[in-house]
């Protein structure tokens, strides 16, 4: 029997496995993925790799050597099917079983498919995993027209990158504005003009009504308002959906992605979940939520893999997200929601900024483009729960530091 399974070689997986072992979690580790490839990063799969910049090597997190100096056994290439509870055991898809003490899931999430007529065609990409990164990057090279389906992360970032290469982007967003529901409309309206400054057409608040092909290869993208556009290739970047089928068949709690809480632990004793995959309640968004970012995957797979070696420290950690577009860094902490006021900090107009958002005085997040030394005060503020007020936020001459600093004495 091994002592922890690990279902899904990501960072959440891995970052458990080698937090229980640091603290000293002695039982036998199996991590099983379903992909061959070993595990890797994927932030550049939009950006770098996409670009010719770095290769499926230069992706790989850790090799096969560190894993056995770990004694975390890799199980590659196998896929998860069914968890008995009851057997505490775990069938994969070749019908070899593996029986568990413990177990994490750390399954992640897969892209969201679009339900329209053609969705079936030839060159139509998702971008989730390196074997979509490698498909998407070999059609990228024989395609000029390139329509990007979805406003968000993944959408944007993939337009930037074909635009690099030469490519003529059209995104087609669903919603007024560009990622409404990360950022506020000063974030949008900014994005929006350097997509525009890159030669990418942006169109607002359309949808999607078909696709059309020849010899089923996609060839046009058929907007809801009956407009056409020329397509060679296509990218659908509309959301997540999080892997919990083998936990939700199994009678765990599922809403949205596998139920946990501060420890990365289910309701059933001894079961866990991290990244993508889990849903937890969040202290500064003050509700449940399931985020995809790396910054979650690995502080919530530390919580967990500290509850599995039996030292226990909870998930407590603000969520940061950052995405790289042209040279434009935005970097993003905390979890605006129902801000009800705003301070912009610094110079729109010259691509450096950020923008405060609070709640009922509180500062709750706070969006930096191209300004690292703000996003890093923001992070210890928050954290702390020291709110700049919104005049001090708004003033570039105020220095955010000293509220750090006096946090810091106040706390010693």
Not at 113 to 123: K, N, P, Q, S, T
Request: glycine letters at 10%; charged letters at 20%; hydrophobic letters at 45%.
């Amino acid at each position: 029997m091994t002592g922890l399974v690990i279902i899904g070689a990501s960072y959440a997986g891995v970052q458990a496995a080698l937090t229980a072992r640091e603290a000293g979690y002695s039982q036998p580790i199996t991590i099983v993925c379903d992909e061959e490839w070993l595990p890797y990063q994927r932030p550049p799969l939009s950006k770098d790799f996409l670009l010719g910049r770095i290769s499926e090597q230069n992706l790989i997190l850790r090799d096969e050597t560190f894993f056995e100096g770990k004694q975390i056994n890799l199980v590659l290439g196998e896929r998860a099917t069914l968890l008995d509870l009851r057997a505490r055991q775990i069938t994969l898809a070749g019908n070899n079983a593996l029986k568990f003490e413990q177990l994490l899931f750390a399954t992640g999430s897969r892209a969201r498919r679009i339900a329209v007529e053609g969705a079936d065609f030839d060159g139509i990409f998702y971008l989730r995993s390196v074997t979509d990164a490698i498909d998407l990057k070999a059609g990228l090279a024989n395609a000029a027209e390139i329509v990007i389906v979805g406003g968000g992360f993944i959408g944007l970032e993939v337009a930037a990158s074909a635009a690099k290469l030469g490519k003529k982007v059209t995104v087609v967003e669903a919603s007024s504005r560009l990622l409404e529901r990360a950022v506020s409309p000063v974030l949008s309206t900014f994005l929006l003009d350097t997509h525009l400054r890159a030669g990418v057409d942006v169109m607002l608040d359309e949808t999607v009504a078909s696709f059309k092909g020849n010899d089923r290869k996609v060839s046009a993208v058929v907007l809801g308002n009956g407009a056409v556009v020329h397509a060679d290739l296509v990218l659908v970047g509309i959301g997540g959906v999080a892997n919990d089928e083998i936990a939700r068949s199994a009678g765990l709690r599922c809403t949205n992605g596998i139920v946990v809480d501060a420890h990365g632990q289910c309701e059933t004793s001894d079961i866990f979940a991290a990244g993508d995959c889990a849903n937890h309640f969040n202290r500064f968004c003050e509700s449940w939520v399931r985020l995809e970012s790396v910054q979650n995957a690995q502080d919530q797979a530390k919580a967990a893999g500290l509850a599995i070696a039996g030292a226990r420290a909870p998930y407590e950690n603000v969520p940061r997200f950052w995405s790289d577009q042209y040279d434009v860094k935005l970097q993003i902490v905390g979890l605006a929601g129902r801000y009800d006021r705003q301070a912009v900090r610094g110079s729109v107009d010259d691509g450096r900024f950020s923008v405060f958002y609070y709640r009922q005085g509180r500062l709750v997040a706070v969006d930096s483009v191209n300004r690292p030394g703000e996003q890093m005060a923001a992070r210890r503020l928050i954290a702390a729960g020291i709110s700049p007020a919104p005049e001090q936020a708004a003033d570039p001459s105020f220095d955010l530091k000293s509220l750090v600093t006096a946090g810091d004495k106040a706390g010693a």
